[in-house]
């Protein structure tokens, strides 16, 4: 079963703005991660953010958590072409090894 | 970092036949390898853990008979693909555990598209 949900399912942005995708998740964490996917190609790790913290930062992207919501968002600023791929929200599963993916938010970029 | 590789990178193959697909993980050792499978604009679902030297676990709604998953050394994994049909076709990504277990840090193959005809 999915764990995640993310919203929007699909963005559309112009060079230069700002993406903001969310994540929202049912169980209690360890911890959260944002994966990206180019078309038909594998995983790439963006960033984890822990339980006990509530934002992150890493280049151009960052990262909130709240745990009492339940929800975490990832916001890409001066988006680029280049960033246009679809981006998955993860936490563990029970066992607290497999990752469990949401639905995923497709974000396209154009010039 | 971490790399995980897989092979082969995509395969095309007839209806009934069996397909053998590897996740290698290159530089650690991984007691853990996942498997997870992804449906055109989908995410990706996971199928089943596979633990070095004992059998694997598979999620709920997935047939163990059909895809047959041996972890025999702490660097590869295999899943085979039994009795293929078109519904079957999917992308098929592995990825192994190991070095930041504390934070469940995975590492994922490239993936492996499978077209059943």
């Known amino acids: 079963s999915q764990q995640g949900e993310e919203d929007p399912q699909a963005l559309s942005i112009q060079e230069g703005e700002n993406a903001t995708m969310n994540c929202s998740y049912k169980?209690?964490?360890?911890?959260l991660q944002w994966y990206r996917q180019n078309s038909g190609r594998g995983l790439v790790h963006l960033i984890l953010i822990r339980s006990n913290e509530r934002e992150k930062h890493s280049g151009r992207l960052r990262v909130t958590l709240d745990t009492s919501k339940k929800s975490s968002s990832l916001l890409i600023t001066a988006s680029r072409a280049a960033d246009t791929a679809s981006y998955f929200c993860a936490t563990a599963n029970q066992a607290g090894t497999a990752l469990i993916f949401g639905k995923g938010t497709t974000l396209s970029v154009s010039s | 970092g971490a790399v995980v590789s897989q092979h082969p990178s995509w395969v095309i193959c007839k209806s009934g036949t069996s397909v053998k697909i590897e996740c290698r993980s290159l530089?650690?050792?991984?007691?853990?390898m996942f498997w997870y499978r992804q449906f055109p604009k989908q995410s990706l679902m996971l199928m089943a853990t596979s633990n070095e030297g004992s059998k694997a676990t598979y999620e709920q709604g997935v047939e163990k008979d059909k895809f047959l998953i041996n972890h025999a050394s702490l660097t590869l994994s295999t899943l085979t693909v039994t009795s293929a049909h078109p519904e079957d076709s999917s992308f098929y990504i592995c990825s192994a555990y190991g070095t930041s277990p504390t934070y469940n840090e995975q590492f994922f193959g490239p993936g492996t598209r499978l077209t059943v005809l």
């Open positions: 530089d650690f050792q991984a007691t853990t």
């Open positions: 169980t209690s964490i360890n911890n």
